[in-house]
Every structure is written in structure tokens, then in C-alpha cells.
């Protein structure tokens, strides 16, 4: 089996979920996170991201608080599980860098708002962004709009950022959810990617891989798009696999039939 880095000349990994925030592509879905999250950000009011699994949530807003500078603005970020309030407590003290163990919730609250508050007193923004909240259970929706809440709800000091699956609009509708999504001020979702972002897609990564050329046929594109339905993750799946089997092929161009043979290694 040749080594498909060398054979296609790629420098880096290709299709990699690592690209720096500044390389990634600028896809539309992307701008519109960062454009929201930066309006959020001067209000001090809670957004929502949602988008179907690998759509690019995570991606889209790692590129969007880039854009924050550490001297201003302090984000803070966790990703969510489906243990208790506590637990999230004590996630976001260590994303405060706060030094907790175990303690009540009372006290965590207490401490984590002190550390929000002493943080705008040196005139920097707090954002704090909560990945895979569409993973966390019903009671903690009901008690995150506290942590937003300072001065008696006269001061916005905490941006509140929450990100997961098409589901997460749902929890928000819950009647105990209604308190934290009164708060809410934009939301933004992720839908999958057109035939023509593909093909764009596609050619960015080449090009930052190190590969100068496009190495996929018309038709191997096509079938990244229909196979994926626009789904970036599956895309990055199924252009790998496809660029391994033409290797494997000894193949110039990557052809819809390395696609295919891509797709049968993938479960969903």
C-alpha cells in the first residue's frame, strides 16, 4: 500500500480537523455564527447554534471566538454532558481557571459569577460557550438563565453561548426552559452545503494539505455530495477514504468509484 501523503503530495494531513482557525474556509454558515456571536457578545445576552451532527458547530465556533481578542474578551468553553448542575458548576470554575473541588452549588455559583464580575471590572467581556448542550438534562436548562444574572438583572456581564443538535431548540421550549430561552437574542443553525460549496470546500483543504491541484473528478465530487448530503464531517470521511483507495488504485484522479468504495467503510 503506498503512502497516499507522498503519492498525491500532500504536506499535511488532509482533511484534517485541526486546520487553523485562519485557514479554515469562510462558508456562510460560519460568518453568520461569528457576526452573531460578536452581536451577542456587546449585549451580554444568551445565542443558540444548532446543526445536525457534523455539520461544523464545533469548527464554526472556534473560527467565530478567533475573532475575540484574549486582552478584551475572555471565552471561556466546555463541552456538556448529561451529569448535574454541579457537575457543569465545577466545569465552568476550571474553565475560570478556578481552583474548586467538591463543594455545594450555591458556592459554585456564588464563585463563578465573583470571577465573571471581577473580570468586567477589568473591562473585559465574558463569553462562556457550552458545546453539545443539546446533551444536558432538563432541571439544568432551568437553572442556567441564574448564572446570567447579575445586579438584580440590571447588569449583562455573561454572554451565554449554547451549541448542539436541531433537538436544542426543543429543550428551549420546555415550559421549565422558559426563563433561560426569554433570553435568548439570536440563534443561527447550520445547514448542510450546496453541490458548488463542495467543490470549493474540497479544493480549499487540498490547496492547505499542500496538494496544487484538484485531484477529484466532476463526478467524484458529486458523489462526496449526494454520499455526505452536505454534511461536512462526512465529506472529510468520504474525500479521505476516496484519496486512500486511489492511492491503494495507483489512480491520478480520484473517481466516484473510490468514492463508493470510501462509503463502505463509514457507518452513518
Not at 457576526?35 to 451580554?44: D, F, P, R, V, W
Not at 448535574?84 to 458548576?89: F, K, V
Not at 441564574?146 to 421550549?173: E, N, P
Not at 460549496?197 to 487540498?206: D, F, N, R
Amino acid at each position: 500500500m503506498p503512502n497516499y501523503k507522498e503519492y498525491f503530495g500532500f504536506k499535511s494531513e488532509p482533511f484534517s480537523s485541526s486546520v487553523p482557525a485562519e485557514k479554515l474556509l469562510q462558508l456562510p454558515s460560519m460568518i453568520e455564527v461569528k457576526e452573531k456571536m460578536l452581536y451577542a457578545a456587546t449585549l451580554g445576552g444568551v445565542m443558540v447554534v444548532t446543526g445536525d451532527v457534523g455539520s461544523g458547530k464545533s469548527t464554526s465556533l472556534r473560527w467565530a471566538v478567533s475573532h475575540f481578542h484574549p486582552s478584551s474578551t475572555h471565552v471561556m468553553n466546555i463541552v456538556a454532558t448529561t451529569s448535574s448542575m454541579t457537575d457543569l458548576l465545577k466545569q465552568m470554575c476550571w474553565a475560570a481557571d478556578l481552583d474548586v473541588r467538591a463543594a455545594s452549588r450555591s458556592f459554585l455559583i456564588k464563585t463563578f459569577k465573583a470571577s465573571v464580575k471581577a473580570m468586567v471590572e477589568k473591562k473585559m467581556s465574558v463569553v462562556l460557550v457550552i458545546d453539545e448542550a443539546s446533551l444536558l438534562r432538563s432541571d439544568i436548562f432551568a437553572e442556567l438563565h441564574v448564572l446570567t444574572q447579575f445586579d438584580y438583572d440590571s447588569q449583562k456581564h455573561l454572554t451565554l453561548v449554547l451549541a448542539g443538535q436541531s433537538t436544542l431548540i426543543d429543550r428551549l421550549t420546555f415550559r421549565t426552559s422558559a426563563p433561560l430561552a426569554s433570553r435568548v437574542i439570536c440563534k443561527s443553525h447550520l445547514s448542510s452545503i450546496t453541490l458548488d460549496q463542495t467543490w470549493e470546500y474540497l479544493s480549499h483543504h487540498l490547496k492547505i494539505a499542500g496538494c496544487k491541484k484538484m485531484i477529484f473528478s466532476e463526478q467524484a465530487i458529486t458523489a462526496i455530495h449526494q454520499g455526505s448530503g452536505g454534511i461536512l464531517r462526512k465529506a472529510n470521511s468520504l474525500a479521505k477514504g476516496a484519496i486512500v483507495a486511489a492511492a491503494i488504485e495507483t489512480k491520478q484522479i480520484v473517481e466516484a468509484e473510490q468514492v463508493r468504495i470510501a462509503s463502505t467503510e463509514l457507518i452513518i
